[in-house]
């Protein structure tokens, strides 16, 4: 479904009943990418799944750019729109950027943090050199060397329908719009802030994942009191699409926390 968030028109993934899990997805992707997850929690979940402005099926007009802080307000507004008091937050890349930013600004929305294949702080500023590549030079810039950075050596060897559905999915973007996503995440830092995270917090990094590696993981568990960090087998940057089996196992155990409140229906 289209609902309206801060003036800007977003595509929902709304399906099931029960406590509610909000997923976010990565830059220049969209909610589709959390599918083995709707599947393996929408039986005894509320699963929600967003395409961030700029992507998917949502709204792609640039504005005045993005922000991760902005983004998180949308992610935010749409659990206010559907009634939704707290969530399990899921985010992979930069919604789990996004997913960080909900934690240190209003944590009393977050049950637990599950944070896949992501960072706190972006560091030197080659992802606003690449920000720029992309508007000069196309989505072509970027996209030709994606796959072996990305995913695992058994997935670009075995499975030829995840590259070919991300080749699709990635191209697809606006120049712009993408641009202006990757501006944001070069933005990012919340490594300061994130002592202050009280929600059960998981941190998840393929084991193959180059292009957040496993040092950004084990910074950004540290930063979290009682943070776990776990490390997917076979899986690139995409976790919870290259492993699902093992990432749902241990997202499992995340919802177990409970979620008790009165407006999560």
Same mark, same amino acid.
């Given at each position: $479904?289209?609902?309206?968030?801060?003036?800007?028109?977003?595509?929902?993934?709304? =399906?099931?009943?029960?406590?509610?899990?909000?997923?976010?997805?990565?830059?220049g992707c969209d909610g589709t990418d959390w599918q083995p997850q709707l599947d393996a929690f929408g039986d005894r979940f509320r699963v929600v799944a967003i395409d961030h402005r700029g992507h998917g099926r949502s709204d792609r007009d640039v504005g005045?750019?993005?922000?991760?802080?902005?983004?998180?307000?949308?992610?935010?507004?749409?659990?206010?729109?559907?009634?939704?008091?707290? *969530?399990?937050?899921?985010?992979?890349? $930069?919604?789990? $950027?996004? *997913?960080?930013?909900?934690?240190?600004?209003?944590?009393?929305?977050?049950?637990?943090?599950?944070?896949?294949?992501?960072?706190?702080?972006?560091?030197?500023?080659?992802?606003?050199?690449?920000?720029?590549?992309?508007?000069?030079?196309?989505?072509?810039?970027?996209?030709?060397?994606?796959? /072996?950075?990305?995913?695992? *050596?058994?997935?670009?060897?075995?499975?030829?329908?995840?590259?070919?559905?991300?080749?699709?999915?990635?191209?697809?973007?606006?120049?712009?719009?993408?641009?202006? *996503?990757?501006?944001?995440?070069?933005?990012?830092?919340?490594?300061?802030?994130?002592? /202050?995270?009280?929600?059960?917090?998981?941190?998840?990094?393929?084991? =193959?994942?180059?292009?957040?590696?496993?040092?950004?993981? %084990?910074?950004?568990?540290?930063?979290?009191?009682?943070?776990?960090? %776990?490390?997917?087998?076979?899986?690139?940057?995409? /976790?919870?699409? =290259?492993?699902?089996?093992?990432?749902?196992?241990?997202?499992?155990?995340?919802?177990?926390?409970?979620?008790?409140?009165?407006?999560?229906?």
């Amino acid at each position: $479904m289209d609902i309206e968030v801060n003036g800007t028109r977003l595509h929902v993934t709304d =399906e099931g009943s029960g406590h509610a899990i909000l997923f976010l997805h990565g830059m220049g992707c969209d909610g589709t990418d959390w599918q083995p997850q709707l599947d393996a929690f929408g039986d005894r979940f509320r699963v929600v799944a967003i395409d961030h402005r700029g992507h998917g099926r949502s709204d792609r007009d640039v504005g005045q750019g993005y922000s991760i802080a902005g983004f998180a307000a949308d992610a935010v507004g749409v659990l206010d729109h559907l009634g939704i008091d707290r *969530a399990h937050v899921v985010g992979l890349s $930069m919604g789990g $950027m996004i *997913a960080q930013e909900i934690a240190v600004t209003v944590p009393e929305r977050v049950c637990t943090l599950s944070l896949m294949d992501t960072f706190a702080r972006a560091g030197d500023g080659g992802i606003a050199m690449l920000a720029d590549q992309v508007e000069a030079g196309g989505i072509e810039a970027l996209a030709g060397g994606f796959p /072996s950075l990305v995913f695992a *050596a058994a997935s670009r060897a075995g499975r030829p329908d995840l590259l070919e559905r991300f080749d699709t999915q990635f191209r697809a973007n606006t120049p712009a719009c993408l641009a202006w *996503a990757m501006r944001a995440i070069g933005g990012l830092d919340t490594y300061d802030r994130l002592g /202050s995270v009280t929600a059960p917090t998981m941190v998840f990094c393929g084991a =193959e994942d180059n292009l957040t590696p496993l040092a950004q993981a %084990e910074e950004l568990a540290g930063a979290i009191k009682g943070a776990r960090l %776990e490390i997917v087998p076979d899986a690139g940057h995409f /976790s919870n699409l =290259e492993n699902p089996a093992f990432v749902n196992q241990l997202l499992a155990k995340q919802f177990e926390h409970p979620c008790n409140h009165g407006g999560n229906r």
